[in-house]
Nanobody, 123 residues
Framework: QVQLVESGGGLVQAGGSLRLSCAASGSIFSINAMGWYRRAPGKQRELVAAITSDGDTNYAEILKGRFTIVRDNAKNTVYLQMNSLKPEDTAVYYC?????????????????WGQGTLVTVSS
């Protein structure tokens, strides 16, 4: 069993910064991509940013330049640095990771989601 535990959410004023952390724990063989998604009130969940085990990143176009995703493979942790926050960034932010494992001679992958952390940006 593996799990993702997020931290770092909270209330911040517009223009401020927050850093989210997501740590993976449990019986981990390998972690492929890790990422952050968010769901704003009344909206669908959307990709914020993702990062591969090699450090290749992918960002939502509208967030480029303000958000930065970083990964520490030694700690099985991914971070999301959010700067110049806007009220429209208010959302529940979810960590996501694709894990890999060998099972009966076959390499399998599976996805795990964190419980979410609320980020509220006041105007």
């Amino acid at each position: 069993q593996v799990q993702l535990v997020e931290s770092g959410g909270g209330l911040v004023q517009a223009g401020g910064s927050l850093r989210l952390s997501c740590a993976a724990s449990g019986s981990i063989f390998s972690i492929n991509a890790m990422g952050w998604y968010r769901r704003a009130p009344g909206k669908q969940r959307e990709l914020v940013a993702a990062i591969t085990s090699d450090g290749d990143t992918n960002y939502a176009e509208i967030l480029k330049g303000r958000f930065t995703i970083v990964r520490d493979n030694a700690k099985n942790t991914v971070y999301l640095q959010m700067n110049s926050l806007k009220p429209e960034d208010t959302a529940v932010y979810y960590c996501n990771a694709e894990f890999g494992m060998w099972s009966v001679g076959t390499y399998r992958t599976f996805e795990v989601w964190g419980q979410g952390t609320l980020v509220t940006v006041s105007s």
